[in-house]
C-alpha cells in the first residue's frame, strides 16, 4: 500500500523560511502530480503548490514569489519551499499525490499525508 509522509514542519518568525519534503513510499505505480496544501484553523483546506508530471507549477496567489514546489521524480519526493514567510501562513500542511498502484495501474488516485504543522510567530 502506498503511504505519504510530510516532514520539515515546526515554529519559525516572520520573514524566515522553512522547507518542507514529501515522500511517496510502498507500493507505487505511477506518480502524475504532487502538490502542496494547507489548511489553517476554521478554515477549508486550500491548494498552495501544485507540480503535475509535466513539471508546469502552479501556485496560490497568497504564496507566488515566496514559495517554490519542486520534485526529484526518480526519488518520488516532493518539496516546498517556503521564503519570507507570515503569520498567515500558519496551518498545517498536506502533501497529495495522485498516482496509480501496480494493482491498479489504470486508475489514478489521490494520497494524503498526515500533514505537518507549520507557525509563523514572533
Known amino acids: 500500500q502506498a503511504r505519504i509522509v510530510e516532514s520539515g514542519g515546526g515554529l519559525v518568525q516572520p520573514g524566515e523560511s522553512l522547507t518542507l519534503s514529501c515522500l511517496a513510499s510502498g507500493s507505487i505505480g505511477t506518480i502524475y502530480a504532487m502538490s502542496w496544501y494547507r489548511q489553517a484553523p476554521g478554515k477549508q483546506r486550500e491548494l498552495v503548490a501544485a507540480?503535475?508530471?509535466?513539471?508546469?507549477?502552479r501556485y496560490a496567489d497568497s504564496v507566488k514569489g515566496r514559495f517554490t514546489i519542486s520534485r526529484i521524480n526518480a526519488k518520488n519526493t516532493a518539496y516546498l519551499q517556503m521564503n519570507q514567510m507570515k503569520p498567515e501562513d500558519t496551518a498545517v500542511y498536506y502533501c497529495n499525490a495522485q498516482m496509480t498502484s501496480p494493482e491498479a495501474p489504470r486508475r489514478i488516485a489521490d494520497y494524503w499525508g498526515q500533514g505537518t504543522q507549520v507557525t509563523v510567530s514572533s
Open positions: 507540480m503535475p508530471h509535466d513539471n508546469r507549477t
